[in-house]
C-alpha cells in the first residue's frame, strides 16, 4: 500500500507541479487531536477508565511488594509459606493482565468510536478549508517526505472543525 502510494506521488507531482496547482499538507490525526470534541471525548474516556487504571496500579504494587517480599523473607520462610506468595503473586499477575486486556480494549473501541464519528467532519472541515484556500490537491503529511511549512493546513482545517460543532 505504501508502496503504490509512493509511486503514485512520485507520477503524480510533476504533473501537478506543470500543472501550477496549489498544494495543501494535512495531518489528520493531528487535525482531530486539536479539535475540542476530541478533547473531550478523550477527557471523559479518561475520566471513564480512571478507576480501572488505579486498580491496576495499585495490583502492580501488590505484586512488587509480595516479590520483595519473597526474596527477603525467603530463607526463613517455609516451602508452603513460599508457594503461597508465588500463588498470590501469579493470581495478581493474571488479573492485572486481564485488566491491562480490558483497558486496551475499550481504549480501541473508543478511538474507534471517535475516529467514525469525526471522519466526515474531518473531510468537511477539510474541504471547507481547501475551497477557502483555493487548493486543488491536499496530501496527507504522512505521505510526504518534505513539504513547506506554508502548506500545511493542519491547524485551519483543527480550527475549521472546532467552528463546526
Request: net charge neutral; charged share 25%.
Amino acid at each position: 500500500m505504501m508502496k503504490k502510494t509512493l509511486v503514485a506521488l512520485t507520477l503524480i507531482l510533476p504533473s501537478l507541479a506543470m500543472a501550477d496547482a496549489s498544494v495543501g499538507v494535512l495531518d489528520p490525526i493531528a487535525a482531530l487531536q486539536s479539535s475540542d470534541n476530541v478533547k473531550a471525548k478523550m477527557s471523559s474516556l479518561e475520566n471513564e477508565l480512571s478507576a480501572d487504571e488505579q486498580k491496576l496500579n495499585s495490583l502492580q504494587n501488590d505484586v512488587q511488594k509480595l516479590q520483595q517480599k519473597l526474596q527477603k523473607e525467603a530463607m526463613t520462610m517455609s516451602a508452603d509459606q513460599q508457594d503461597t506468595l508465588k500463588t498470590q503473586g501469579q493470581q495478581k499477575m493474571i488479573e492485572i493482565q486481564s485488566l491491562q486486556r480490558k483497558l486496551q480494549k475499550r481504549a480501541n473501541e473508543a478511538q474507534r468510536e471517535i475516529l467514525e464519528e469525526m471522519q466526515p467532519k474531518l473531510k468537511t472541515a477539510m474541504e471547507a478549508v481547501a475551497k477557502r484556500e483555493k487548493l486543488d490537491v491536499v496530501l496527507n503529511a504522512q505521505a510526504v517526505m518534505y513539504t513547506k511549512p506554508d502548506l500545511d493546513i493542519t491547524e485551519a482545517v483543527g480550527k475549521q472543525l472546532n467552528s463546526m460543532k
